[in-house]
């Protein structure tokens, strides 16, 4: 038996830590493999990731954000659409698929912002909604409005400018009866 004094005390700490470094050393973390995008749908994927480390990145992604432009639209008598400070907001959509977008158009006073569905393929910003039942005022009373969109705008390569094509139609929401069709032209840039 060893005799228990000063010396084999320290020796005894000291052969405890270094047993518990290697016993740690030896369960610690151990290589997990290639870190990176494992999703094949998004615009970063790499074939030869193992682990995903969450940095993968999809086309609606570079679409998300505030644009602020000018809708220039064709001459109608009962409401004023075109102006230079028309906001687009997109955002993610409310579907689960990566593509879906909410877009939200702000067009000033004479017009409530409609928020409205869409999805994006490439550089292209695609919607096709309507929204149902949006109050109006007209002269001096509040009708309701059934709206369709119909939008196909392009991002440009800088991912900054947003432009193309923007169809506003609004039918009575009580009676079907056409209210107000616009063709417009949407040009902004991301803020």
Do not use: H
């Amino acid at each position: 038996m060893i005799p228990f004094n000063r010396n084999t005390s320290i020796l005894w700490v000291i052969i405890s830590i270094l047993a518990v470094t290697l016993i740690m050393q030896s369960c610690g973390d151990e290589d997990d493999g290639i870190r990176g995008c494992t999703d094949p749908e998004s615009t970063n994927f790499d074939a030869l990731a193992e682990v995903d480390d969450e940095s993968c990145m999809y086309n609606s992604d570079r679409f998300f954000g505030i644009y602020l432009g000018a809708l220039d639209c064709e001459e109608n008598a009962l409401i004023e659409l075109s102006n230079d400070s028309t906001t687009l907001e997109i955002t993610q959509g409310v579907y689960s698929t990566r593509d879906s977008v909410t877009l939200t158009i702000s067009a000033g006073p004479n017009f409530p912002p409609l928020s409205v569905a869409g999805s994006i393929t490439d550089n292209t910003l695609r919607v096709d909604d309507t929204i149902s039942g949006i109050p109006f005022p007209v002269l001096g009373e509040i009708v309701f409005l059934d709206v369709s969109t119909d939008a196909t705008v392009q991002l440009a390569e800088n991912n900054q400018l947003l432009s193309g094509p923007l169809t506003l139609n609004a039918i009575l929401s009580e009676s079907g009866a056409d209210f107000i069709t616009s063709d417009c032209n949407y040009s902004g840039v991301k803020q």
